[in-house]
């Protein structure tokens, strides 16, 4: 059932997000500098009604409406971004989705068992499932098999809304591996990035800043089609950690070596 409504809720919401492309948007900028519209709203809308009328049990984690109870050991949560990239949405700019992952208070930690992200332009949904592989529209992701060379690899990252010192060390970081790796995209919606990397487009990504939202359900689909996340700070990755680097294995040892 799980898996189901998942893809359902997906497709639901993506259809709200196409039908208000294009077309005129409430903006409000919220206190981190992002910004959110009338159409992150309506599809969270959709996204929480139906998690309340089907698994009325669990909890909410969503980037608009924050968390609905304080987590407790063996609670189910889940994570949800009813808009990630709605700079480029706001803007026409076609590279946007949505993300939703179910996931398991396990030692205090949100641990991910259930993830997809769908790409309302692009007509891609991504599902993956603890154990159970991570699929593109029902064809089987692999990435564990051996990366390009770190110069021919093509990457992604991004430098989320940071200021100051912290966008600073975000360019340094982006220059020490542009200057072993040219082809690097910065396409504002991590979520999505993350899919792109688990379906094998990307080679790897890296991001500091990023919330349990953007990637809860990213970072399942890279490590269930064969690839790695790791955290800025160790090997180890949970979705309330800061910095991540995600995708082929040598690809991420790499990015890791000239960042860190």
């Not at 072993?180 to 504002?188: K, T």
């Not at 379906?199 to 790695?228: N, Q, R």
């Not at 995600?246 to 070596?257: K, L, Y």
């Amino acid at each position: 059932m799980s898996i189901s409504f998942l893809e359902e809720t997906l497709t639901l919401a993506s259809q709200e997000l196409l039908n208000r492309f294009n077309h005129s948007l409430s903006i409000d900028v919220k206190s981190d500098f992002s910004i959110v519209t009338d159409a992150d709203l309506a599809s969270e809308k959709i996204i929480l009604e139906r998690i309340h009328k089907y698994f009325p049990k669990d909890k909410i984690f969503s980037e608009e409406s924050g968390m609905s109870a304080k987590r407790q050991e063996g609670d189910y949560y889940w994570i949800v971004d009813p808009l990630d990239g709605t700079t480029n949405y706001s803007r026409s700019y076609p590279f946007f989705c949505v993300s939703i992952a179910r996931a398991k208070v396990v030692s205090g930690i949100f641990e991910p068992i259930l993830g997809g992200v769908i790409n309302p332009i692009g007509s891609k949904m991504y599902i993956a499932e603890k154990g159970g592989g991570a699929f593109c529209n029902g064809k089987k992701m692999d990435i564990s098999g051996p990366a390009p060379e770190f110069n021919k690899s093509y990457l992604c990252t991004g430098f989320y809304y940071n200021r100051g010192k912290e966008l600073e060390e975000d360019i340094i970081r982006f220059s020490k591996v542009a200057a072993c790796c040219q082809p690097i995209r910065r396409d504002g919606a991590a979520a999505l990035d993350l899919a792109l990397t688990a379906e094998g487009i990307f080679d790897g990504f890296w991001e500091k800043g990023l919330k349990p939202w953007d990637i809860a359900a990213g970072c399942l689909l890279v490590t269930e089609s064969g690839g790695v996340v790791r955290s800025y700070e160790s090997g180890d990755y949970h979705v309330e950690q800061q910095g991540i680097i995600s995708g082929r294995e040598s690809t991420v040892r790499r990015i890791a070596e000239l960042i860190l």
